[in-house]
Every structure is written in C-alpha cells, then in structure tokens.
C-alpha cells in the first residue's frame, strides 16, 4: 500500500500538499492525488481524513461525499490489486478554492505535529499483508456512509478522524493507530445509527 516515495508522517504530506498546489486559485481533485503519488493508496485515505475534518473544507456541502467517493475508488483498486490509482476526469475536475484549502491545512499543522511525535512502526500484521486488506474494507465502508453522514451534523467529522487514522497508520505503519481507527470507526457507527430518522 506504501511506495519508497511517500511521506512518511502527516506534517510531510501537509507539507508536500501545501507546496504542490501554492500559486493555484483552484486545487481540484486530480492535482491533490498528482501531488501525494498515483500510487499513494495510504496517503489518498489519509488526505481524505485531513480535509474532510479541517474547518471551512470538510464543512462545504457535498465535500465529504466527494471525498468518500474518491476513497472507495482508491481502495476498490487497492483491493482489485492495481497498482496506480485512476478516477474518472469528471470526478479530478472537481475543485475547492486553494485558500481554504490553506488555510485547513495551516490548521491542521499543529495537530499534524502532536501526531507525528506518537506514531511509529509497531503491530505491523495490521498494515501489511492481508491486515491491510481488512483496513482497506473498513475505510471503503466508511466513505459508503459519507453521502449519509452530510444530513447528521457532526458525523461526517467523524468519518473524516476515522480515515486520518487509518490513512496515518498505513502512512507510519502504526497497527496500534490503526486499532484506534477500528474504535473511532464502530463509534462513528453508532453515533450515525442513533440519529438516523426511524
């Protein structure tokens, strides 16, 4: 799911994110995948994460479902065994204005470092092999519940840390950060699943 290129923590992908797009006005879907790697699969999750739960980006309507849709085509590929990812030229069109995306990711730094200072290579069965199968499911599911989530306030945040986590735990290969993904993920579920409308 890694490749020899990737960043290796959340501030080097905030970093490489930043600098990729600056001088934009527009930042659309396709220059954000060009900036982690086309073959970034754990990155893709985790840039996901980070934007659906920054300020003034996660909170755009339809952002959250675009952004779950872009994780369930990753990770379909991911799991159909390809090696780079493609999305359709209709989804990599898609855009947000580059200052919002700024200033999310100037929001997401300090965090971004608090982070960083925890994660290491531990419980690595979680993100390799087939371990990382079964977070692939798991984060597919989430981002199918996305769409849902933009009418329950607060849920799609939820979804947003759930893919940060597990998106970071492939990133640093931290199967114990992945362990805390499959938590906030079960308790995204329920939080969902109390406020739908019977």
Not at 7 to 23: M, Q
Request: with cysteine; glycine share 10%.
């Amino acid at each position: 799911m890694n490749q020899p290129d990737d960043p290796v923590s959340l501030t080097e992908l905030l970093d490489r994110l930043r600098s990729g797009t600056d001088g934009q006005a527009q930042v659309s879907v396709g220059d954000v995948l060009n900036t982690v790697g086309e073959r970034s699969f754990g990155p893709v999750v985790l840039i996901a994460g980070v934007i659906t739960v920054a300020p003034l980006i996660g909170d755009i309507p339809g952002v959250p479902t675009l952004l779950g849709l872009m994780v369930l085509l990753t990770l379909g590929q991911l799991v159909c065994q390809r090696h780079s990812i493609w999305i359709p030229s209709k989804l990599a069109r898609r855009n947000i204005e580059r200052e919002k995306l700024a200033k999310g990711l100037d929001w997401m730094a300090k965090p971004a470092r608090f982070l960083d200072r925890w994660t290491r290579q531990r419980l690595l069965w979680l993100v390799r092999g087939p371990g990382q199968y079964v977070i692939a499911t798991l984060c597919m599911a989430v981002a199918a519940a996305m769409p849902l989530m933009e009418v329950i306030p607060f849920s799609a945040n939820g979804a947003g840390i759930a893919l940060m986590a597990f998106g970071l735990a492939i990133v640093a290969r931290d199967g114990l950060l992945a362990l805390v993904a499959i938590l906030a993920t079960v308790g995204t579920t329920w939080f969902v699943l109390d406020n739908l409308p019977w």
